[in-house]
């Protein structure tokens, strides 16, 4: 196994596993895999290996994405928290020092992600509340680095925006989920894309960059953006 330690950043990294290039995220939550993940120690730090086909954010990484607008120490809103697997690697990327407010619709689904995540992690705030009322989270302080949105609904664009103009602070950035499927079935995925991309633009984003994720995820996209000042 070899390393290419900083060849991304300090707990985000590249690893060599099993003769394979891999991403891999520093744990924060030592002896804890949360979705099965494998569990690697390099020079006394243990790090988790990114699934790109359990993980969208890692999908589009690995796809080419220039910039992912995470930091050690940001805080971040992610909306469609589900059960915690992508989550769980922003958790470990922002380090002690960040917080993620991750928000999940489903009670249900929001008692795994609290077993599986938040007990192990003291820099994520589990929220159970309808990401298409953000006036109404219970327990979220401030404003944010980065609005991850990852919701399948036809309005998706539109939860992401209404929530980025209440949290997000000056400067901070937007990763959108395009669910090409889950907005119109009958669309051509790639005119989807445009479509969602437009919308961004008319609510006044800046598009930086669109990832196509196959052949990790067919008929997803991710958009990197951030409101134009």
Not at 68 to 82: D, F, P, T
Not at 172 to 200: F, H, N, W, Y
Request: hydrophobic share 40%; glycine share 8%.
């Amino acid at each position: 196994m070899g390393l290419r330690s900083g060849e991304i950043g300090s707990r985000l990294i590249r690893l060599e596993v099993d003769g394979q290039s891999r991403l891999a995220t520093l744990n924060l939550a030592p002896g804890v895999s949360v979705y099965g993940e494998k569990l690697v120690v390099v020079g006394g730090k243990e790090y988790r290996v990114w699934d790109p086909f359990r993980s969208k954010l890692a999908a589009a990484i690995l796809k080419g994405l220039k910039d992912i607008g995470l930091r050690e120490g940001h805080s971040v809103l992610y909306l469609g928290a589900s059960t915690g697997t992508t989550l769980s690697h922003v958790s470990d990327i922002v380090g002690e020092r960040g917080v993620v407010f991750g928000v999940e619709f489903s009670a249900r689904v929001a008692r795994e992600l609290i077993e599986r995540v938040v007990k192990h992690r003291r820099n994520v705030v589990p929220i159970v509340a309808d990401a298409r009322h953000p006036r109404l989270y219970p327990s979220i302080y401030g404003k944010v680095d980065l609005v991850y949105c990852d919701i399948a609904q036809p309005d998706q664009t539109e939860i992401a925006v209404e929530n980025c103009r209440i949290y997000l602070k000056s400067g901070g950035k937007l990763l959108l989920v395009v669910k090409c499927r889950s907005i119109d079935v009958a669309m051509e995925p790639t005119l989807v894309v445009k479509q969602e991309a437009s919308k961004l633009k008319e609510s006044g984003f800046k598009i930086n960059q669109v990832v196509e994720l196959e052949p990790f995820d067919k008929d997803h996209a991710l958009i990197y953006a951030e409101p134009q000042e």
